[in-house]
């Protein structure tokens, strides 16, 4: 089935600093879907990219969707306390969507 | 506008025992899926339905079975009980059938097996 490997695992970063995260496949996409997490909560859209090299932003995110169609970018600038959670990549697969293992951001006050 | 809600919110439960769990999801949308998300990992996907019918099915065993109901609105049955079923199950709803369509999660029910 479909595998996304999502990078960094986990993060610590400081109040105001930018972050990246990205997310790979072994196959080919045609969307693209950020979410994020926070404890005890379902996940929550952040962005959807729906074309190859599409660059998109939502606030402080920044999304890209890789021209090869198997890599996703996701950034954030100026980093607050809230930015606090899970961050997972997902890709539409028919009637599925295959989720990454996600990145943990930790926000250092 | 309400977005897509789940009941219960929590629940224990014995092995061996049987669970429901419900989901509402945001009005117009009629796909309705269901996810099992454990601790440390990306939610994986159990069942599709759409227009009351299964489109989809993931790799869980024969005691995990939903439908859909006419407004839409879904249920998640899960028989037999084991420890492992402890999980986050989450419900997504979106508009249409399409590949490229967005989904949307509740804040789904945390299920205990003990």
């Known amino acids: 089935g479909q595998q996304l490997n999502q990078s960094p695992q986990s993060m610590f970063i400081q109040e105001g600093e930018d972050v990246s995260m990205n997310c790979t496949s072994s196959?080919?996409?045609?969307?693209w879907l950020w979410y994020k997490q926070d404890p005890g909560e379902g996940p929550v859209l952040l962005i959807a990219?729906?074309?190859?090299?599409e660059l998109t932003s939502n606030g402080r995110l920044t999304a890209q969707f890789g021209i090869t169609r198997k890599d996703s970018f996701l950034n954030i600038s100026a980093s607050i306390p809230s930015d606090v959670g899970i961050y997972f990549c997902?890709?539409?697969?028919?009637?599925?969507?295959?989720f990454g293992a996600g990145t943990t951001v930790t926000v250092r006050a | 506008d309400a977005g897509v809600t789940q009941s219960p919110t929590h629940l224990i439960k014995t092995r061996g025992q049987h669970v429901t769990l419900r989901c509402s999801p945001i009005?117009?949308?009629?796909?309705v899926s269901w996810y099992q998300q454990v601790l440390g990992q990306g939610p994986q996907f159990i069942f599709q339905?759409?227009?009351?019918?299964?489109?989809g099915r993931g790799n869980f065993p024969d005691r995990f079975s939903a439908r859909q109901f006419p407004n839409y609105s879904s249920e998640l049955n899960v028989n037999a009980l084991l420890l492992g079923d402890s999980a986050l199950y989450l419900c997504?709803?979106?508009?249409?059938?399409?590949?490229?369509?967005?989904?949307?999660f509740g804040q789904g029910t945390r299920l205990t097996v003990v």
């Open positions: 997504a709803s979106s508009l249409a059938l399409a590949r490229n369509t967005e989904a949307f």
């Open positions: 196959s080919i996409f045609n969307t």
């Open positions: 990219l729906y074309k190859a090299g």
């Open positions: 997902a890709g539409p697969n028919d009637y599925k969507l295959s």
């Open positions: 009005s117009g949308h009629k796909s």
């Open positions: 339905y759409y227009e009351k019918e299964e489109r």
